[in-house]
């Protein structure tokens, strides 16, 4: 997810991903096929962000395959992080966001002052994001999961969490740098004694706890769901503070958890009054925190292909993508 704080200012660099629409379709019928030929002209082409966590992936694998195989639309991948994602509105250069984790700021910048983008609804997921530790060490050490009455539990096993790379404080292991995360905030509001290290993607992460895990050794680390990795390892979500409406408004004073994600698109106004039918594709498209770990699995674990995993899940739900067309 893995959403996650932000970047800062970058340079809007797009790496371009190519789409063929070479396989065959999820309702291999005559209808869908001269569904498909008829509207080619009319789909055109349609940019999607590609944000860097594989549930994410997920989304834009299925939503793709159906709009090339079924609209004949030219579908344009561009593996951008989720702000400079949103760069790509105002510039034409991004049509869809497929997976957005909040992000209020610029939602106000882009939908409500610039109004060159739109909340085009939810996706059906709904998404957390916390500290998290193995089942087994929580297990061992109960008052863990306290953390939200009494923060300063955690200092307790600050030891047990150091590594070679948080010195002599305890590790609090973040994935993508990109990612939302308030956790460098929360970590000096709490009064913890821990350092903030970066593993550098989703994938490292998924190592790191997967190594931890195996070897019944303590690990603390930022986490999120939905997340096809739930399936590898058992975690607990340690609790902080509850979050509380406003509670994050300030990201230098931050000393609450994170709020609960009603995961959502967002589209470019000029995409959403083109009068292309992958509009109602986007629209449509809603499926659940099981269905988008099912799809992320076949990717990151048994090493499909976008392709291959969204046609395995679209065959398996035909009358779930046929609503997305209607």
Same mark, same amino acid.
């Given at each position: 997810?893995?959403?996650?704080?932000?970047?800062?200012?970058a340079?809007?660099?797009?790496v371009?991903?190519?789409?063929?629409?070479?396989a065959s379709?999820?309702?291999?019928?005559?209808?869908?096929?001269?569904?498909?030929a008829?509207?080619?002209?009319?789909?055109?082409?349609v940019?999607?962000?590609?944000?860097?966590?594989?549930?994410?992936?997920?989304?834009?694998?299925?939503?793709?395959y159906?709009?090339?195989?079924?609209?004949?639309?030219?579908?344009?991948?561009k593996?951008?992080?989720?702000?400079?994602?949103w760069?790509?509105?105002?510039?034409?250069?991004v049509?869809?966001?497929?997976?957005?984790?909040?992000?209020?700021?610029?939602?106000?910048?882009?939908?409500?002052d610039?109004?060159?983008?739109?909340d085009?609804?939810?996706?059906?997921n709904?998404?957390?994001?916390?500290?998290?530790?193995?089942?087994?060490?929580?297990?061992?050490?109960?008052?863990i999961?306290?953390?939200?009455?009494?923060?300063?539990?955690?200092?307790?096993?600050?030891?047990?969490?150091?590594t070679?790379?948080?010195?002599?404080?305890?590790?609090?292991?973040?994935g993508d740098?990109?990612y939302?995360?308030?956790d460098?905030?929360?970590?000096?509001?709490?009064?913890?004694?821990?350092?903030?290290?970066?593993?550098?993607?989703?994938? &490292?992460s998924? !190592?790191a706890?997967? +190594?931890?895990?195996d %070897?019944g $050794?303590p690990? #603390?680390?930022y986490?999120y769901?939905?997340?096809?990795?739930s399936?590898?390892?058992?975690?607990?979500?340690?609790?902080?503070?509850?979050?509380?409406?406003?509670?994050?408004?300030?990201p230098?004073?931050?000393?609450?958890?994170?709020?609960?994600?009603?995961?959502?698109?967002?589209?470019?106004?000029?995409?959403?009054?083109?009068?292309?039918?992958?509009?109602?594709?986007?629209?449509?498209?809603?499926?659940?925190n099981?269905?988008?770990d099912?799809?992320?699995?076949?990717?990151?674990?048994?090493?499909?292909?976008?392709?291959? &995993?969204a046609? !395995?899940w679209l065959d +398996?739900?035909?009358? %779930?993508w $046929?609503?997305? #067309?209607?």
């Amino acid at each position: 997810m893995i959403g996650r704080a932000a970047a800062g200012t970058a340079v809007f660099a797009i790496v371009l991903s190519a789409c063929s629409g070479s396989a065959s379709s999820p309702a291999a019928s005559g209808a869908a096929s001269e569904s498909a030929a008829a509207s080619t002209a009319a789909c055109g082409t349609v940019n999607i962000a590609d944000n860097p966590w594989v549930g994410y992936e997920a989304n834009v694998a299925v939503v793709a395959y159906v709009l090339k195989n079924e609209l004949g639309c030219n579908v344009v991948i561009k593996n951008l992080n989720e702000q400079i994602s949103w760069q790509g509105f105002p510039t034409g250069e991004v049509d869809v966001i497929l997976e957005n984790w909040g992000h209020a700021d610029l939602a106000k910048q882009y939908i409500t002052d610039q109004k060159v983008a739109v909340d085009v609804g939810p996706t059906g997921n709904e998404g957390v994001i916390g500290w998290f530790t193995t089942k087994a060490f929580a297990d061992a050490n109960p008052d863990i999961v306290t953390a939200d009455k009494n923060p300063q539990v955690l200092n307790k096993y600050a030891d047990q969490f150091k590594t070679s790379e948080s010195g002599d404080k305890g590790q609090l292991l973040d994935g993508d740098p990109s990612y939302v995360t308030n956790d460098e905030a929360l970590v000096a509001n709490l009064g913890l004694n821990y350092k903030v290290v970066f593993s550098g993607s989703e994938a &490292a992460s998924n !190592k790191a706890i997967k +190594a931890a895990a195996d %070897a019944g $050794k303590p690990i #603390l680390a930022y986490y999120y769901t939905p997340n096809w990795f739930s399936t590898q390892v058992d975690l607990v979500h340690v609790p902080l503070p509850p979050y509380t409406d406003g509670c994050d408004a300030d990201p230098k004073k931050v000393a609450c958890d994170y709020p609960p994600y009603h995961l959502n698109k967002i589209a470019s106004t000029k995409f959403m009054s083109s009068g292309s039918p992958a509009v109602t594709v986007v629209k449509n498209f809603t499926w659940t925190n099981a269905d988008q770990d099912s799809v992320a699995f076949d990717i990151a674990q048994n090493k499909m292909t976008d392709d291959q &995993a969204a046609k !395995k899940w679209l065959d +398996a739900h035909p009358d %779930a993508w $046929k609503a997305w #067309l209607q």
